[in-house]
């Protein structure tokens, strides 16, 4: 069974940085791409990152660039999230994602809660 | 960066009755791939259809997609009490990859 379990959400002030980190488990982490998505409470849904299975080719939209880095450790079966440079517009429920092997999502994680206030 | 809008915003039905959602694509969507999702109060969503028409794992036959280039569609035949939820669009053809704004179907 897919397992994806996520951690480190939190409050943080404006301009302050979060790592996210996801365990996954019940599926060859390395064999597939992993994804960010994002929803603030009550809103819609948000694509933030995107990292292939071996970790060598990584995307971000424009609304993160240069503030959030993915990353995975693929000896640990893990998927990380660097958030730089919060903003108020950034809390929201971040899901970790599994691939299905042709770019679609077809495991989530329950999310964790980024709460981005002074 | 492609728009994906939803239509209707909500949709009202009754348990046994046919739904269908409707979503429309700003460009053409690359190789259909379009996936439909459903999401229920508190819970992550669960992906229901992939490449515009296949269904997902363990997804019902009541759930079929359908649509090419701009316009798509995801109906459900006979809706059943557990149907009731958030139904959101997504391309995954282009970077970024880009959601509709969601429908919802609730009982009437």
């Known amino acids: 069974e897919v397992q994806l379990v996520e951690s480190g959400g939190g409050v943080v002030q404006p301009g302050g940085s979060l790592r996210l980190s996801c365990a996954a488990s019940?599926?060859?982490?390395?064999?597939?791409?992993m994804h960010w998505v994002r929803q603030a409470p009550g809103k819609g849904l948000e694509w933030v990152s995107f990292?292939?299975?071996?970790?060598?080719?990584?995307y971000h939209p424009d609304s993160v660039k240069g503030r959030f880095t993915i990353s995975r450790d693929n000896s640990k079966n893990s998927l990380y999230l660097q958030m730089n440079s919060l903003r108020t517009e950034d809390t929201a429920f971040y899901y970790c994602?599994?691939?299905?092997?042709?770019?679609?999502?077809?495991?989530w994680g329950q999310g964790t809660l980024v709460t981005v206030s002074s | 960066e492609i728009v994906l809008t939803q239509s209707p915003g909500t949709l009202s039905l009754s348990p046994g009755e046919r739904a269908t959602l409707s979503c429309r694509a700003s460009?053409?969507?690359?190789?259909?791939?379009l996936a439909w999702y459903q999401q229920k109060p508190g819970q992550a969503p669960r992906l229901l259809i992939y490449?515009?028409?296949s269904r997902a794992t363990g997804i019902p036959d009541r759930f079929s997609g359908s649509g090419s280039g701009t316009d798509f569609t995801l109906s459900i035949s006979r809706l059943e009490p557990e149907d009731f939820a958030v139904y959101y669009c997504?391309?995954?053809?282009?970077?970024?990859?880009?959601f509709g704004q969601g429908t919802k179907v609730e009982i009437k």
């Open positions: 994602a599994k691939d299905n092997g042709a770019a679609a999502i077809d495991y």
């Open positions: 019940g599926f060859t982490f390395d064999n597939y791409a």
């Open positions: 990292i292939s299975g071996d970790g060598g080719y990584t």
């Open positions: 460009q053409s969507v690359t190789n259909s791939y």
């Open positions: 490449g515009a028409s």
């Open positions: 997504q391309q995954y053809g282009s970077s970024p990859q880009t």
